[in-house]
């Protein structure tokens, strides 16, 4: 635990701490009397009442659309299903604004909806919520999938057997099994929702606006910090009490699970209602995600003289975009995929061993370390950007002019997926098997090697997959670290969003639609890697 202690302590608490303290302190003494002030004014209780409720109705939704998409990955052998899981995960790396500014073009005006039937849905909860099914569709299929496709179906076809029915035999066998990865994904879809910033601000308009939102406009436009640093201390007071409801319900749900190949466990679809059922999530995933993204592809290629590479062209100048750079936009991709790969190394060493330590040892002071290992994810990422800012620049750690400061601050959106995705797996693994190599003469580290890594190397690549897209997509702590002549692929989109002519509209198209497919293919060569004969239980 000393590593992953160290880090969070260093790279997350001290900023955070440092923040909240100048928003608190005045002439050197604190004034907790301001949180009351805040708390107490009508306008901030609305935003707490619509970040509440509308991330639960998104959590609600995901999971309704989502859970049976991560039944299909699991449990269903197709055509293109490498490819398709790789192209349900490219939403969930993409810059906030960048998806804010596609469902803007199918629901507001002049869009997909209203060309189509003249409805629109822009400054409505139903944009909002649509958006962030869009982005956490794939926590849920990859986070439950992952679990559900190396469960030994025999267990289900035993009860069966035994006289229970179908559903009866999923309910007591199968859901017990996957109430973990479950719950740690619909804490993770919570998370990304009441923190949801883009999204809101983009489709919401003046109406909506959450925690996130509101310390942002606190902090940037009104100049506000104390009113900032209440409303950051009440998003981390509720992300710590959920997260140690969810612990404690882990807790209770927590068996040895017999775990096998996932291939073993897939199979073509058979009879009407599989059929159907895989139709559905083709459809649901076709409508939800294809579209948007068909859309910024569109856009991408739609230029003043008609569609051509004619975007993609003024990549290649600093120029043509208006001086909006101090280097061409396109080396913003080289700069993304150096810091993603860096950020993912970082975040599978600390995650790993957190992971690891929390598989290992009981107690109060560990549980509620696994339960602080998730606070980056419901941290205002504006409150992290302006920490590193004041606190990282000093010796020893003056790092405002390194390259290595936008990786440490990746990674700390990075580590909670790993953990989160390995430990479900790593808790299941029976710890008879650590005993018996033990009593044949295995050290730990070998008894780690052997036995616990070739069960958990499948949910091991499915951690670096995911650390590496959220590093690529990673916006809020990046766009106020990132230097002018080093900018990231969503730093980059952002700036070029931000400046009107259709130039810049279609070239932050054109650095969203490559980095789709820098993540498509990224993940594609994830999925066709398989364990060996040696690592199957």
Known sequence: ????????????????AAIVGRGLKDAGRWQFGRIGEVLGRPEILDVLWFTTWQALASTAL??????????????????????????????????????GTAFLALLGRGG????????RLDTTVWAILLAHVF?????????????WAQLDPRQEEAARVLGAGRFAAWRRVTLPALAPAVAAAALMVFLFTFTSFGVVQILGGPAFSTLEVEIYRQTAQLLDLPTAAVLTL??????????????????????ALKLVDPEQTARRPRGAGQWALLGGVLLTVLVLILLPLGVLVERSFDGPGGYGFGFYGALQSADASGSTFLVPP???????????????????????????ALTRRAGRLVRG?????????????????????????????????????VPLAQALVGVPFV???????????????????????????????????????????????????????????????????????????????????????????????????????????????????SGEF
Request: proline content about 5%.
């Open 112 to 119: 997909f909806l209203d060309e189509l039937w003249g409805v």
């Open 369 to 405: 370390f696994d339960a602080l290992l998730m606070l980056p994810l419901g941290v205002s990422a504006v409150t992290v950007g302006f920490g590193f800012l004041i606190t990282l620049d000093k010796p020893p750690l003056d790092l405002r002019t390194s390259w290595i400061l």
């Open 234 to 255: 009440v998003q981390f007071a509720a992300v710590g009490a959920i997260l140690a409801v969810h612990a404690w319900t882990v807790r209770r749900r927590e068996t």
């Open 1 to 16: 635990m000393a590593v992953p202690v160290a880090f969070f302590a260093l790279f997350f608490a001290y900023p955070v």
């Open 419 to 533: 953990v989160r995705t390995m430990l479900p797996v790593l808790r299941a693994v029976d710890g008879r098997l650590r005993e018996a190599a033990a009593v044949l003469g295995a050290s730990p580290l070998r008894a780690w090697r052997e036995v616990d890594l070739p069960l958990v190397r499948r949910a091991l690549l499915v951690a670096a997959g995911f650390a590496f897209a959220v590093s690529l997509g990673e916006f809020g702590a990046t766009v106020f670290i990132a230097r002018p002549d080093n900018p990231t692929l969503p730093v980059a989109v952002a700036r070029l969003l931000g400046r009107s002519g259709e130039l810049n509209y279609g070239q932050a198209m054109a650095l969203s639609t490559i980095l789709m497919l820098v993540c498509a293919v990224s993940l594609l060569l994830l999925e066709r890697i398989r364990t060996d004969r």
């Open 330 to 356: 396109l080396e913003a991709v080289w700069n993304s995929l150096r810091y993603a790969l860096v950020a993912t190394l970082i975040a599978l060493v600390v995650g790993g061993l957190a992971a690891a």
């Open 135 to 147: 982005f956490n569709y794939a926590v849920v299929v990859r986070t439950v999938g992952g679990l």
């Open 62 to 99: 995901t999971l309704i659309l989502a859970l049976p998409g991560a039944y299909v990955f699991a449990r269903f052998d197709f055509p293109g299903k490498q490819l398709l899981r790789a192209v349900v995960t490219v939403p969930f790396v993409l810059p906030t604004v960048v998806v």
